[in-house]
């Protein structure tokens, strides 16, 4: 069974001003599945097109932003929709944190700075269960932050009084009141310091062996998913270039992409030289023609010039676009 | 710049129309030099007509013609307007500049007196000074004195701009290039503020010619100089609405209000324009 | 200069902030007491680590003369900065100290051409005597970081990419020939793509050019990978220091050793020790006050000398560790004690 | 609480004092500056009504007035005798309605102003934020829509010109509000008649819509680009996302931040506001300060135009200190620093 199922989606900005009209093309052509019970781990650079990935999948699509072919299909098993047909009062009242919820970029800022921390519980939780009565709801409320490993005095602070992981682990239990079936973490631990990272990055990981529910995990740092999921898609260019299982994306990468990313990170206790990719990632309101890695791919053949790679399975659960790998041949 | 004029008017609905009504507005600047009456001189005309062919926005009282009389007095309130504007700017350009990049007491010093000016009310000392001042008080002395009253807001602005400015990266690769305090001021600094100078100064000018109808209206300014403020001045003297008279008052209302409403938008749209945020917004670059 | 003057020689350097208004409010030691030294016939790398916090950027800004010491003093070739006071003499300092900053797209005005920059830097230093000459130096410098002058020509930062920005802001502290280079997280803002180029960068300027760099950062991985020597620090104090190899392989003191444990592997099979539970510190402010140690709080070996006053430096092997637990070490402290 | 004495409460306080003080001593010194020498030319205008008067009380009365203006000795100690009697409240008594204090005077007009300024800025702060915020929240909106433009245009136009468009259309053209004054001429106020209360509110209509258009414009204006940028903070981007009720999110995520600003801003303009109603008060005849003043110029009553001034300025000053000191109330950033 598949919890959500991507097929061929494509995702423009286009914008229009002064009467310059601009298409941003950040999700080009993208298929892939997400099963129940697995961390799924999403890659790329900046402006590889993943925060805008993340935006169509939980269904915040707003102008300039807009999907103009593909589909997204959940399976909650009781309920089933499409992300791109669902209207906003429905969404609002079956999806959005009941079954999908979210940790943002940059959570550090999400909590109201002018409101204590249990008042935000209390509104995602009145919003989605009206809350009858009080003093069972705040019951509730710290028995699940004491759960997660949080002190209960976290919730009557403001968020200005708390530290950066603090924040980032409340962002973390907020996301979790009501188990969801799917919680997209977007680059939840990039401005923590790497203690704290692992910290809140456990987190995430024993939520998700309690409650068997599926994590889309979202970070451009590899490091972070060779340790954390189960299944690694690597974005560029608003295409995916590459997915497979953790073990594999690290231990036999395909895609010369791939490979650079995992190549060139320095580790600790090893000095050999590591090189950079040359050129800059692509500018996707005018991106290159065929494979849009050609220009900086090191193995570059001239059909990589013309013709785009289609995205082929080469073993069990294992894709890869690139020429120079054909289907079936590992 | 023709490009940027020609993208406003193409696609700004609000700048159109400011220059519609401020178009309006020059020409009877222009017109104003070649005036058939002389504005100081009165009974040149019967009194009391109401807008007719002949007289555009009728007569007065004093034996006006209200319109080629309103032509002069909406030259010298823009005169008022761009002299207190040129003014303020100065004062606000430099204390702001200082203040942000100078720092320390400096800073703590020049922000307590801009504060101070910021929040007194500045009506009853105008009204106190203006009415010290009454016999020396023309066209210019009026501008220099709302000039010297009318910075504190944008210098405050510009301060916390520069002050801003002055923690980001770009300014240390200046200091460590070698360059002057002077020069980062002029190089990486003043280009930020060019912007709130610019969109200062058409509010400045708004304000200060609404502080002179407001002066005027009081009686305590240069009564003999057609200004928007005087005309009113005289229509109320004359107990215009009393007697029926009632374009006297309309008209330079009117012409006051079309005059705000043009900087206004004008100010609005540019303002728009060249905030880099809305532009990157609008054009998603 | 004689043999034994140090390039740049930390000694002692405390900086302290009130937090607060004028009346009230506390003290936070950001550095406090750090010495370091770097040696003027042998360019290195040196490598200032630590979390948010630590103090390092504090330092940087020290080292740059944006910030006075509260005690101790910074010798840079002999001569101590503090006591530059004339324009003449900063411009001196400045030509041998530059810095390169931690994010590509603030480093330069955005309504301002990159180019400009570079031109200014060989004005004021006066590094040519005329407009071709300039252009000479200013491609020479770009070239240096394989760059050249007509591909950096009239473009605005935004026409750049991050990695293109940051080579130009190395190319720009090239410039004035400097001894010694200060990069502030130079490339934690980079693509990953492109951020191996940039050290490399480095590298090359310490092989080739002769210049010492002072490399901060938070990332354990690129300070191995270029460093010669690290200091870590934790809340003001660097708590341990010494060759790379030594201190990032068998690191000595808890807060090292929990620090490299936490950095991820790009290695699936190593997840067994990184998942292991750690306890989070409790909020900043409460290190910043804490008696003795400040790693007291989350240390797993601590003891109650820990929490009573500041552990001594203590030599272990090519380390130097500020930590109890070699205390045995003390006993002849001059000898440079080997265990 | 110690913190918030030493940290909040004592830089304002020194604030206060200073705008006080600075205010005081700029009332001090224009007279001192100007060309004109007030007893003389005060003198002269008595000469001038035809007042024949022998050179010895023309002495008699130069002396008078000297005392009267404070210029008696040097200017230090008019500047301490200045304070004096400040502190004293005695601002001596209006030259035009001689012997009356002028404080006497200014007390009788003040309620006049305060009646007015108070709910119209109350009122036009409560609606403008309200319709400000919902306009950028609800971008698409008609209605609010032409409200904006309503408030741009009223915004932008002096208090005076709006007093005077509202004169002409709703008293002369359309005739339903009545011409000036704050209640008919000839009437006793009697506040235990509705009939007198309902006139009263009759006269106060327009001088309040004055109030409340402009400042409705101002604080809608503001509003709304406060908003928008609190729109786009990852809070409210949190909150939509979280599924909240727009309502919900309008009033505790964006209106609950968005007002601090303006809250600030109200201290600010507090002095313009009370600038505006004065010259409103000219236009419509209104009894209270504005009045006074302008009767004052044309009687040319020194003391009583250096009293309005006072006052103002302690006034304003106050009412600006006083909304800092509630300001922590609402910003639990400031309170918990």
Known sequence: MTLLSVQNLHAYYRTEAYGISRTVRAVDGVSFDLFPNEIYGVAGESSCGKTTLIKVISGSIKHPLKAFEGSVNYNFGDYKVDMLQISQSELRRNVRWKRISYVMQGSMSVLNPVRKVIKTFEDIVDTHEHITDKNEFLQRTRTHVNRLGLPTDVLNAYPHQLSGGMRQRVAIALATVFQPALIIADEPTTALDVVVQRGVLHMIKDIQAKSNNTVLLVTHDMAVHANVADRVMIMYAGRIAEEAPTESIFNAPLHPYTQHLINSLPVIGEKSTKASLKGSPPNLADPPSGCRFHPRCPYVMDECRTVAPDLISVKERHRVACHLVKEGSQ | MLKVLRDLLRYDGRFRLAIILLGGVVAMVLLSYDSPYDPGKSFVVPWDLPPSREHLFGTTSRGQDLFWWLTFAVRNSLYLGIVTAIISRVISVLVGLTAGYRGGWIDRVLMAISDTFVVLPLLPILILLSFLLRDSMNLLNLAIILGLFGWSFDARLIRSQVLSLRERSFTRTAIYSGTSGFWITINEHLPFVLPIVFATTLNNILWSIGMEVTLSVLGLSDLTTPTLGTALFWANQHGALVAGVWWWITAPAVVTAILFLGLYLLFTSINEFIDPRTRLRLIGG | ??????????????????????????????????????????????????????????????????????????????????????????????????????????????????????????????????????????????????????????????????????????????????????????????????????????????????????????????????????????????????????????????????????????????????????????????????????????????????????????????????????????????????P | MRKFILRYLIPRIIQYLTLIFVGITVTYVIPRLAPTDPVEAQVSMMIARGNTLDPQSVESMRAALTDLYGLSGNPVEQYFAFWGRLFRGDLGPSLNNFPTPVSKMIGQALPYTLRLLIPAVVISFIFGNLFGALSSYYPANRALNVLEVLGQVVRSIPYYIVAIVLLVVFSYFIPIFPFSGAYPIGTRPDWSSIDFILTYLEHAALPAATLILVGFGGWFVGMK???????????????????????????????????????????????????????????????????????????????????????????????VFIMDLLYPLFDPRVRYQ
Request: glycine share 6%; hydrophobic share 40%.
């Open chain 4, 225 to 319: 680009s406060l908003t928008s940028n609190i729109i786009s903070e990852d809070y409210v981007v949190y909150a939509e996302t979280a599924g909240l009720s727009k309502n919900r999110i309008l009033v505790q995520y964006i209106m609950r931040t968005a007002i601090l600003p303006q809250f600030t801003a109200l201290a600010m303009v507090l002095g313009t506001v009370f600038s505006g109603a004065l010259i409103m008060e000219v236009v419509f005849g209104y009894p209270g300060i504005g009045s006074l003043a302008i009767r004052a110029i044309y009687n040319n009553d020194y003391s009583m135009i250096m009293g309005i001034t006072i006052y103002s300025i302690i006034g304003v000053a106050t009412a």
């Open chain 3, 1 to 338: 200069m004689s043999a034994n003057e140090k390039l740049l020689d930390v000694q002692h350097v405390t900086v302290e902030f009130h937090i607060g208004g004028l009346l009230a409010g506390t003290l936070l030691t950001a550095v406090n007491d750090v010495s370091f030294s770097l040696e003027s016939d042998k360019p290195e790398i040196f490598t200032l680590a630590g979390e948010s916090g630590s103090g390092k950027t504090t330092l940087s800004r020290l080292l740059l003369r944006d910030l006075e010491p509260t005690r101790g003093k910074v010798l840079f070739e002999g001569r101590d900065v503090s006591t530059i006071r004339k324009r003449a003499e900063f411009i001196e300092f400045m030509k041998q100290v530059q810095p390169v900053f931690q994010n590509p797209f603030d480093t330069f005005s955005p309504l301002r051409r990159v180019d400009a920059y570079l031109f200014d830097t060989v004005k004021n230093f006066r590094m040519a005597s005329n407009r071709r000459d300039a252009a000479r130096v200013v491609d020479n410098a770009l070239r240096n970081v394989g760059l050249s002058l007509d591909e950096v020509k009239q473009r605005y930062p935004h026409e750049l990419s991050g990695g293109q920005i940051q080579r130009v802001s190395v190319a720009r502290a090239l410039i004035s020939e400097p001894k010694l280079i200060l990069a502030d997280e130079p490339v934690s803002m980079v693509d990953a793509s492109l951020r191996m180029e940039i050290v490399n960068l480095f590298k090359k300027l310490r092989d080739e050019q002769g210049v010492s760099v002072l490399y901060i950062t938070h990332d354990l991985a690129t300070a191995y990978y270029i460093s010669d020597r690290i200091g870590i620090m934790l809340r003001g104090y660097v708590v341990e220091s010494g060759p790379v190899e030594d201190v990032l392989e068998r690191p000595a003191h808890p807060y090292t050793q929990l620090l490299k444990e936490s950095v991820p592997e790009p290695a699936p099979e190593k997840r067994e020790s990184w998942a292991k539970h750690i306890e989070l510190g409790t909020t900043e402010v409460k290190e910043y006050g804490r008696i003795g140690c400040k790693f007291a709080g989350r240390c797993p070996q601590v003891m109650d000398i820990c929490r009573e006053a500041d552990p001594p430096d203590i030599q272990v092997g090519r380390q130097t560790v500020k930590c109890y637990l070699y205390a045995e070490h003390v006993e002849t402290p001059q000898a440079g004690a080997q």
